[in-house]
Structures are given as C-alpha cells and as structure tokens.
C-alpha cells in the first residue's frame, strides 16, 4: 500500500498531478479513516501504463479511453502521423542548427539556395551583418553558398579564374553585332560587371567612346587596367570597383549601358529598373541573360538551374519583362556553340591544370559538375544578347 507522497515518488509525478489524476478519472485512491489516501499496487502499474501512452502523444482524456475501452486504431494512426511530421519538422530544426554551426556544409548550401530564392535581400542583409561586405554578401549567395567556407571557396574561385579572360559564354562576334545594332556610336559607356574586361576592351577598340568597366571584383580591374594598356587604350579604359546595386555615377551619364551575362546578380527586372536613370536622353541598354528555348527542359537540366538560377525564364518572359519595364526591344540574338566553347573549353582546361594544386576544393568540385550540363545547352537554354531602348 502506498501513500500519496509514496506513489509520487514513485512515479516521479507531483502530488497536485496525482490529485488532477484523480478527479478526471484516471486515478481511484481510497481515503482511510485519519483523511490519509492510500494506493495499491494496480494503482502504480496503471499511473505506470498510463504515463506511457501519454508519452506516446495521447491526451489525458484519450489516455482514459484506452484505459477504459481499449485501443481506438483512427485515434492512434492520427497521432502517429502527427508525431511523425513533429519528428520531421524536429529534424529539420535539427540539420539547419547543425548547419550554421558549420557541422552540415550540404544543408548550409541548402539553407542558402533556399533563401536566395525566397528572400535574396534579407539574405543579403544577414550575411552582411555577420561581417562580410556587400560583395562577399553576393559571391556567397551565387558562388559559395558557405558562410563557413566561404573564403577558401573564394580564393580557390578567384584563383581557377585568374588568367582566364572568358568568366562567361561569348564571342567577339556576338559582342559586334549588339554594337552594329546601335544607330549611331556611343560616346561614354558603362560596362557593369565587366570581368576581365573583354566586352570593355572591345567597345573601347570598335568606337571612339570613353569606356568605364564596372566591378566588385578587384583582381578582375586589375587585369581590365592590364590589358588596357598592353593594347594602348588607357587613356579611354578606366575601371570603377563598385557594386552593380550601388552604381557610383550620376543620372544620364551614359549613352550606353553594357551588361554581358551579369544581370542574374540583381535579378533581370531590378537591373532594368534600377540602371535606366544612368542613360542619357536616346540612351541604349545591351543586357544579356540565361533563358529556357524550351518550355519542357529536361528535368535534370531543369533541377540545376532552378538550384543555381531560380528566376531563370523563358525568352519571351524576358521580352515582355523588358516591355513592362519601359524598353522597346530593338534586336535579340542567342549565343550559340562557338560562345559556350570559347568559355567551357579554357575553363575545362584550367581545372585539369588546379586539380592537383587543390585536391580537395570545392571550388574546383563544382565547376567540373557544371561543364557538362553547360555542353547540353543546344535547344534548352541558352544567353540572349538584348539590345534595349528606353520608351
């Protein structure tokens, strides 16, 4: 026989638990003569039995019912799958507090591409408030995707690409034609995001402007600012270390925007929101981007790209965008096989040569997983060259 206090100690439930327990049913002590309650041993094997349904999510007043009329199956499937989405949802708690401690770098990547296609600017506004500037905000949203990792991933990132002057699909060729698209030539141009400089360079070498390569990238300026002056062009390149979201130059400075296969950085619509006050009255915006040629890509093809560019769309998305946005579209031309080669093959090239150099980089991991879906672009997507005119 055992007392209240006995029976709570052995349990480990207090004694106010025990009294609830008594009033709702599930519980029958008998009081002796001096008001003391006493309890027996069926007593404590069925607090026991009870306890362990309770744990397995069933209510007090559920409790009771198997208790009194047995196992209830609908009851008890129902309570399975809820406790089976709480696990779930526990576990994912679980995986993303493991992966900004650094101790899952696959789910921290997913965490991010998550939120670079959910919510890219208060991504990039935390990421800014954990020490990395607004350029390192952006390389870890499209590059890295590590916030622990993020600056090997980015030495080993900027060193793969270091003599390579193509950092993206293109041909000179491509670049003339948008240029011969213009009625006449252009005096002062920007080129936003200009990489190495090559679009900069060949604007500066087919036309008498003055011309300003724009990046946040500062070994890219450096080998722009080196180029320029091997090619005797100095006095009419100048390079500009800045963010393509906060471009440093007043309204209407520019009679020519150029902007090859780095709009992706902003989003499509944003850069022609944003840059469309720098032109200059019968100014012209040359604007290249990632599109789907095919509405039923296939579906790997597709996985990648809503991974690596989740606003990636259709080519007369674009086009319409453009419109909405308050630009005639005046020529489009799609880059084709020689654009791609002329940045796959140097690349493929120069990840054999680092491969040794840096065995174990994911830098180098991933770019050698990107070639070949890049050399299946033939039908499914590819750069659309866009020569705009504000109306």
């Keep these: 026989m ?3 206090s006995e029976l709570a100690q052995l349990t480990g439930l207090a004694r106010s638990t025990l009294l609830y327990y008594e009033k709702l049913g599930l519980l029958k002590g008998r009081r002796l003569d001096n008001g003391y309650r006493q309890y027996d041993d069926g007593d404590l094997q069925r607090l026991r039995l009870l306890q362990a349904l ?4 069933l209510s007090l007043k559920e409790c009771l019912q198997v208790l009194n009329e047995g196992i209830d199956r609908p ?3 129902q309570r399975l799958a809820e406790l089976t989405e709480a696990i779930s949802e526990k576990q994912q708690a679980q995986r993303l507090l493991q992966a900004l401690l650094g101790q899952a770098p696959d789910a921290l990547r997913e965490f991010h591409i998550e939120m670079a296609q959910q919510a890219p600017e208060a991504q990039t506004q935390w990421l800014m408030a954990q020490g990395l500037d607004e350029t390192g905000a952006l390389q870890l949203r499209w590059l890295s995707k590590d916030l622990h990792q993020h600056e090997q991933y980015m030495n080993d990132f900027l060193h793969i690409f270091a003599p390579l002057d193509h950092h993206g699909p293109g041909t000179e060729q491509d670049s003339l034609w948008a240029l011969s698209q213009l009625p006449q030539a252009p005096r002062r141009v920007l080129d936003i995001g200009c990489g190495p400089g090559n679009a900069t360079l060949l604007l500066a070498n087919h036309s008498p402007a003055e011309v ?3 990046d946040n990238v500062a070994q890219s300026l450096e080998r722009l600012e080196q180029r320029a002056q091997q090619q005797g062009l100095a006095d009419r390149v100048q390079s500009c270390n800045a963010s393509m979201t906060d471009i440093p130059f007043a309204p209407a400075s520019f009679d020519l925007l150029w902007c090859e296969n780095s709009a992706y950085v902003m989003g499509f ?11 200059a ?11 789907w040629l095919t509405p039923d890509p296939e579906p790997d093809l597709s996985a990648f790209w809503q991974r690596e560019y989740p606003d990636m769309q259709q080519e007369q998305h674009r086009f319409a965008q453009c419109q909405a946005e308050g630009y005639q579209l005046v020529a489009s031309r799609r ?6 080669q002329a940045y796959t093959q140097p690349l493929a090239e120069r990840l054999e040569q680092v491969e040794a150099e840096l065995p174990h980089s994911r830098a180098v991991a991933e770019l050698k997983q990107e070639l070949p879906v890049l050399e299946r672009f033939e039908g499914q997507f590819s750069y659309v060259i866009m020569v705009l005119k504000p109306i």
């Design 269 to 279: 619509e944003a850069t022609l929101r944003q840059w469309r006050s720098l032109l």
């Design 2 to 4: 055992y007392r209240i």
């Design 335 to 340: 880059l084709g096989r020689a654009a791609w």
């Design 54 to 57: 309770h744990r397995g999510g």
């Design 281 to 291: 009255e019968d100014g012209y915006l040359v604007i290249s981007d990632l599109v």
């Design 75 to 77: 009851l008890l499937q």
């Design 212 to 214: 300003i390569g724009l």
